[in-house]
């Protein structure tokens, strides 16, 4: 995951009021495997900026992408 990323999240967080599958952009990364996410409406207005870590995250891919390049 890198600066920029669009990404889904796997979990609820209801004490953070986010659940799984809202989509967040990474804005910043604070150490290896732990991200700053915006999560933004329809109309680009921010509604939650957490800290959350690569296990929390899935990163979305709006091209084909080559399966040799993804870790698992």
């Known amino acids: 995951m890198k600066l ?4 889904a ?3 609820n967080s209801p004490e953070l009021g986010l659940y799984r599958g809202q989509v967040g952009t990474i804005v910043e990364e ?4 732990v991200f700053e996410v915006e999560f933004s409406d329809n109309e680009g ?4 900026i957490e ?5 929390q995250l899935m ?3 709006h091209h084909p992408i080559n399966p040799e390049k993804i870790a698992v």
């Not at 207005?45 to 939650?48: F, I, N, V």
């Not at 800290?51 to 296990?55: A, P, R």
């Open 51 to 55: 800290t959350l870590s690569e296990q």
């Open 45 to 48: 207005k921010a509604y939650a």
């Open 4 to 7: 920029l990323d669009m990404v």
């Open 9 to 11: 999240l796997l979990e």
């Open 59 to 61: 990163v979305l891919y």
């Open 30 to 33: 604070y150490e290896p495997q």
